[in-house]
């Protein structure tokens, strides 16, 4: 951009950040409410199972809040089913699943 | 002497198992039986175990084991998970009064291999808190060493690495767990192998476990790591020996009652843990002569792949 003036500088920027919004809101999150979550070394295994699937980008577990927040990458979704069979698999409960909106 | 021999193999019984119990929450320090296992994954346990055992008696008889205890579970599905348990003795010392004076013999070597299967038949989850009913059954392979020698002449058998004999346990594993504090209990009966004419005595163990998180005094959000403070409780029972090999039978200075308290302390992250115990005789009611616990120390960690 060293050739571009500075008004045009900023419409490119501009441009740019436009054009990624959809980009970005299309990268899901969902809010898990599990049961039997109850220390550290447990949450460890839910983590685990949950990063493994297809499209997962990040997982946060709130041990405090017995829930589970995990991060698709763009385009990708989560069904409650697979996240249920994670869930099980780590030995614990899915009490709840909601869409927690796009980041 | 007999009857040291005997006390040996006790102790060496009892350090194996207690290598065994622990994998599913936090878990105790003395048991393995506990333990955690997410399906599909591995966790792993390494414990260095210095115990310590008296008569107090006319012969003086002092038995010493240095032993590691590694631990390595495996998650076959959601609710049944297999364990194996081997021990590795740096040292196993047995301390005599003899007519000929202070008589010293020792060994080392690996132990016996323990495998057990846990099948978690109850779970009842809630909000930070689940409850867990699990049997387990398993079973010791002789893969120790029972026959080692020294100048004397072949060791006696308790003082062996190994049993020589298949051993078979079981019983049931109790958890209650919380986001402030977790109990673990567990009833086991061991039923020790025949192997030449020997038959150490049978044993009932109920040990129970108390980790109460003293750090992060609250909660927010995430997952930070936990400081446990521990209390464990050991009961066990032990049968007589009987030894047919050298004539004895019925030993009356083998087995007895024993109850241990062992305080301790877990720092508990995701990945891994870090814990210490010192496990001290409460009260005791042993056979005759037979050996009683000065202490036992454990430290160690566990890793979850």
Redesign the interface.
């Known amino acids: 951009m060293n050739g571009l003036s500075l008004p045009r500088q900023l419409l490119a920027l501009l441009a740019g950040l436009l054009l990624s919004l959809p980009l970005l809101a299309e990268s899901r999150q969902y809010e898990l409410?599990v049961?039997?979550?109850?220390?550290?070394?447990?949450?460890?295994?839910?983590?685990?199972?949950l990063r493994v699937i297809d499209g997962v980008a990040q997982v946060?577990?709130?041990?405090?809040?017995?829930l589970v927040r995990v991060t698709m990458r763009e385009g990708a979704t989560l069904s409650e089913a697979r996240a249920r069979r994670a869930v099980?698999?780590?030995?614990?409960?899915l009490?709840s699943f909601r869409e927690a909106g796009g980041g | 002497m007999a009857s040291v021999r005997h006390h040996t193999r006790h102790a060496a019984a009892l350090c194996l198992l207690l290598s065994l119990s622990g994998a599913?929450?936090?878990?105790p320090i003395t048991f393995n039986t506990a333990l955690?296992?997410?399906?599909?994954?591995f966790v792993w346990r390494e414990q260095l175990v210095r115990r310590r055992r008296s008569d107090g008696g006319p012969l003086d008889r002092e038995v010493s084991v240095d032993a590691l205890g590694s631990v390595l579970g495996y998650?076959a599905n959601?609710r049944l998970a297999v364990f194996a348990a081997l021990p590795y003795f740096f040292d196993r010392e047995l301390r005599v009064t003899t007519p000929a004076g202070r008589l010293q013999r020792d060994t080392g070597g690996i132990g016996d291999l323990a495998l057990f299967a846990r099948y978690?038949l109850y779970?009842r989850?809630?909000?930070?808190?689940?409850f867990r009913i699990a049997p387990l059954l398993g079973l010791e392979a002789p893969t120790g060493d029972d026959r080692d020698r020294d100048a004397v002449g072949r060791l006696p058998r308790p003082l062996q690495a190994g049993s020589g004999g298949w051993d078979v346990f079981g019983g049931v594993v109790v958890t209650w767990?919380?986001?402030q504090y977790?109990i673990d209990s567990q009833l086991l009966f061991r039923e020790n192998g025949r192997h030449d004419g020997f038959d150490p005595g049978d044993q009932w163990r109920f040990d129970a476990s108390l980790q109460y998180r003293a750090w992060p005094r609250e909660?927010?959000?995430?997952?930070?790591?936990?400081l446990y403070l521990v209390l464990e409780s050991n009961l066990s029972h032990t049968g007589r020996d009987i030894d047919d090999e050298r004539g004895i039978g019925l030993d009356p200075n083998s087995g007895g009652t024993q109850w241990l308290l062992a305080p301790g302390l877990q720092y508990?992250?995701?990945?891994w843990?870090l814990e210490g115990a010192v496990q001290l005789p409460a009260a005791s009611n042993p056979h005759g002569n037979a050996l009683e616990d000065d202490y036992l120390v454990r430290a160690g960690f566990?890793y979850?792949f």
């Open positions: 409410g049961d039997g979550l109850a220390c550290p070394f447990c949450a460890y295994g839910i983590e685990k199972k946060r577990v709130d041990i405090a809040n017995s099980e698999q780590a030995g614990f409960t009490r | 599913a929450q936090a878990a955690p296992v997410a399906e599909g994954e998650g959601s978690t779970k989850d809630s909000k930070g808190a689940t767990q919380t986001l977790q909660l927010t959000g995430d997952t930070p790591a936990f508990v992250t995701q990945r843990i566990r979850n």
